[in-house]
């Protein structure tokens, strides 16, 4: 909650998930309040077999990475570990970054019920160039999360879930990092929750009900309301305090009903949420199966997010929040089918997104200080379409083949009302994206990707000049291409790979070059 680009600050190798599944569509009645246009899932390594992993990787730029994981079942305890240490110098002047990571999962099964607890940690500092503004290249970061839930799953007839949560981020942020006192953030973000879910199969379906609590609380030297009576230092500084603080809490309810027969699937339901009243999320999916290999599907659903304290509070040099800040509420209407036959997978959706209170950050043209504001009704309409082939499935060769072939494209054309503003980040997307790639793989031991990506965005991006000033350029499309290649030989896996082989010069906000050509390779044992 504290603010969106810490989200993804989790506490565990992506090297040891087992799978990462993207969630798009509106979905808060199914996956809580803030999924506005989807989710990311996460899951770690499901191995129910005593086995360790170790993996050394080693690139460009000073790049290494050494993790290990571990799986041990004790009885009918499974326990799963996973440590990781990465570190790069950067690609350019402070993008430097120093990550160090533990994760521990345990899961006691029985007949009759299962617990599951997990707890991480993750030890972030990096050089944020040009993250809040370019005028000051050399910001720096770093985070401090700790984590952990417990839950028990009981019941037969009726299945119950229950769980309790929580998190810790310590953020400390300075705007120039050889001189720390010119400016200097300190936040300290607590998250603490629970849920209760049933679930039952009826003669009208699979029936879920789920509540949850969740509490989000911040002291911070600069974000929330000030509160000089609750002086506390701040870890990270001698001489700072938390003199702010801000805390809200709010109560989902949801309720849910899928009823499936062989052609047909029907799903309904809605979320409420209790914070300042009270908001109502309904939902409808839609799936219809003519043929055999051919399923179609249509959606509607609403979503809503509430903004981030940084949104709310910040005053930054050349930010500003706002109290007065409303939560985001979106409608999504989506269409898609999927069909499969033999060798050959197809999957196309359209979609359409009305969107209100869009938060952004926003300026006049002769004001140089960006504001959070409630000024956009975005407007989205979107295509996708993906086309796998598998030529493996027919070919079967213990020689080189072609596994998959694979070709995906996405367009988005979004469509807002601002007045007479400047706008930061609405209209900053990516507005085409191909993609084409193709799987070699040879008996299961040699395997080799090739991926060939096209990229397009909409707006503008702000790139500094050599005299202090900024000059505004629109995006430019560009090609880039990705190679990698593995070998399995027992229990010894080599590989390499690099990102962007030709080099291509390409911007992302804020107008910082994104990585050229990036080179790594290393090995995995596992036993």
Avoid at 173 to 178: A, K
Avoid at 264 to 278: E, H, P, Q, R, V
Avoid at 439 to 466: H, M, P
Wanted: charged share 20%; with cysteine.
């Amino acid at each position: 909650p504290q603010t969106g680009h810490n989200n993804f600050a989790l506490p565990i190798d992506l090297g040891n998930t087992q799978k990462i599944e993207i969630v798009s569509g509106a979905q808060s009645r199914i996956l809580g309040t803030n999924a506005l246009n989807g989710a990311v899932c996460f899951s770690t390594l499901a191995d129910t077999t005593n086995s360790a992993t170790a993996s050394l990787t080693y690139g460009d730029f000073g790049l290494y990475k050494l993790s290990a994981a571990g799986n041990l079942k004790i009885r009918k305890l499974n326990n799963f570990l996973t440590a990781a240490k990465s570190h790069s110098d950067g690609y350019t002047e402070n993008t430097d970054y120093d990550i160090q990571t533990i994760y521990y999962n345990g899961v006691f099964k029985t007949n009759k019920f299962n617990i599951n607890a997990q707890f991480g940690l993750s030890d972030k500092k990096f050089g944020s160039n040009g993250f809040y503004t370019l005028s000051y290249p050399t910001q720096y970061e770093e985070n401090l999360l700790t984590l952990g839930s417990i839950g028990l799953q009981t019941g037969r007839l009726v299945k119950i879930d229950a769980n309790v949560y929580g998190r810790r981020l310590r953020d400390y942020y300075v705007l120039v990092r050889n001189n720390p006192n010119l400016y200097q953030n300190h936040h300290l973000t607590d998250v603490l929750g629970s849920n209760l879910g049933f679930e039952t199969n009826t003669i009208i379906g699979r029936t879920t009900l789920n509540f949850e609590y969740r509490n989000e609380s911040i002291l911070s030297n600069r974000l929330g309301y000030e509160n000089t009576s609750r002086h506390k230092r701040a870890r990270t500084s001698d001489s700072i305090y938390y003199d702010h603080h801000y805390r809200r809490e709010y109560f989902t309810t949801a309720l849910n009903n899928k009823f499936t027969t062989n052609r047909f699937s029907f799903s309904a339901g809605f979320a409420m949420l209790n914070y300042k009243g009270t908001e109502f999320f309904p939902g409808i999916d839609l799936s219809y199966t003519p043929l055999r290999n051919l399923k179609l599907y249509v959606a509607a659903n609403r979503s809503y997010r509430l903004p981030t304290f940084t949104d709310l509070f910040y005053k930054g040099p050349k930010n500003i929040g706002s109290t007065e800040l409303k939560a985001e509420k979106a409608t999504t209407y989506e269409f898609g089918l999927r069909t499969q036959k033999s060798i050959l997978e197809l999957n196309a959706n359209i979609y359409y997104r009305r969107a209100k209170n869009v938060i952004d950050w926003a300026r006049t043209s002769n004001v140089e200080l960006y504001v959070a504001q409630n000024i956009t009704e975005l407007n989205t309409l979107g295509e996708e379409v993906e086309i796998i082939i598998r030529p493996a499935d027919l070919l079967n060769s213990k020689y080189l083949s072609i596994n998959t072939i694979e070709c995906g494209y996405s367009h988005i054309d979004n469509s807002k009302s601002t007045g007479e503003y400047e706008s930061l980040y609405a209209l900053d997307y990516l507005k085409h994206k191909f993609t084409a790639a193709i799987r070699l793989q040879s008996a299961e031991k040699l395997t080799a990707d090739i991926r060939f990506v096209y990229q397009d965005r909409a707006g503008n991006y702000d790139i500094a000049q050599t005299d202090g000033t900024v000059e505004t350029r629109p995006y430019s499309g560009f090609w880039s291409v990705d190679a990698g290649i593995s070998y399995q030989w027992r229990w010894i896996t080599i590989f390499a790979e690099s990102t962007n082989i030709t080099a291509a010069k390409n911007f992302d906000f804020s107008g910082l070059t994104l990585p050229g050509r990036w080179t790594k390779g290393g090995v995995k044992v596992k036993i």
